[in-house]
């Protein structure tokens, strides 16, 4: 795998996020490459791990991890209820991996507890998705994807791909009404696949977006890809 740090990925306007405080779900996963996104794009990053601090945000954001012990922290922290009830409400959240499994209402493979009870999600986005999909951590990859929704990044010679970095990540196998799809991976030739998950010729949707949630199946915080995040911010401001 190519160092994904290597590749000068397009930037967010410096300041786009001035003004807004953007929380970022801090109890499981790699929220820190996160709150660093958000405090880039010039807003002010609140790391959230008590119902307390969802008040005054302007968004949320719900981090890569594991999706199981986030699902089990905020229930121990009691956030979970009033998680649900913030985005039910309206709040702008944008859930990348781990996330997208948190906002989806519906899980195709739930892990189970002890007690054979399914994890839970915190819902809003009307979609069903598979966990660790494309395979376990040595199955990683790296591709290049179209990406719907990021025009105000065209220059004279278009709209750049997103380099995306897949790690155990999920895929969506249904989306409900008024759910976009962003963002897909392609079948490749076997031959010169990006990818060692088997996809059956069947593109796999990796990006969503319903209303101003936002969901990705990959990470980009850890590539320098400021894109997606200034796309949650002109979300947020009504912007896109």
């Known amino acids: ?6 590749a000068a990925a397009p930037r967010a306007r ?10 970022v779900l801090a109890l499981q996963g790699d929220f820190r490459e996160h709150l660093h996104a958000v405090e880039a794009a010039g807003a002010t990053a609140v790391g959230v791990r008590r119902p307390a601090e969802l008040d005054g945000l302007d968004g949320l954001i719900i981090p890569g991890g594991e999706s199981t012990a986030i699902d089990k922290l905020a229930r121990a922290f009691e956030l979970a209820d009033p998680l649900r009830k ?10 990348s991996c781990a996330g997208m499994i948190l906002l989806a209402h ?10 054979g009870n399914p994890q839970q999600t915190f819902g809003g986005l009307d979609i069903t998705v598979r966990r660790n999909a494309f395979g376990r951590q040595r199955e990683s990859f790296e591709t290049d994807l179209d990406f ?3 025009d105000f990044s065209a220059t004279e010679e278009g709209v750049a791909p997103v380099h995306a970095v897949f790690i155990r990540g999920p895929w969506v196998e249904r989306v409900g009404d008024g759910v976009e799809v962003l963002a897909q991976v392609e079948p490749a030739d076997p031959a010169h696949a990006s990818h060692a998950a088997d996809l059956q010729g069947t593109a796999r949707i990796v990006a969503v977006r319903s209303g101003r949630l936002l969901a990705t199946s ?5 590539t320098g ?6 796309l949650f911010i002109r979300m947020i401001r009504g912007e896109a």
């Open 14 to 23: 410096t300041g786009i996020g001035s003004g807004l405080r953007i929380g």
């Open 218 to 222: 990959f990470h980009p915080e850890v």
């Open 106 to 115: 519906d899980i195709a493979d739930p892990a189970t507890d002890m007690a």
């Open 148 to 150: 719907k929704g990021l």
């Open 86 to 95: 913030h985005i039910a409400e309206g709040l702008p959240v944008y859930g």
């Open 225 to 230: 890809e400021k894109r997606v995040h200034e």
């Open 1 to 6: 795998m190519t160092n994904p740090l290597s």
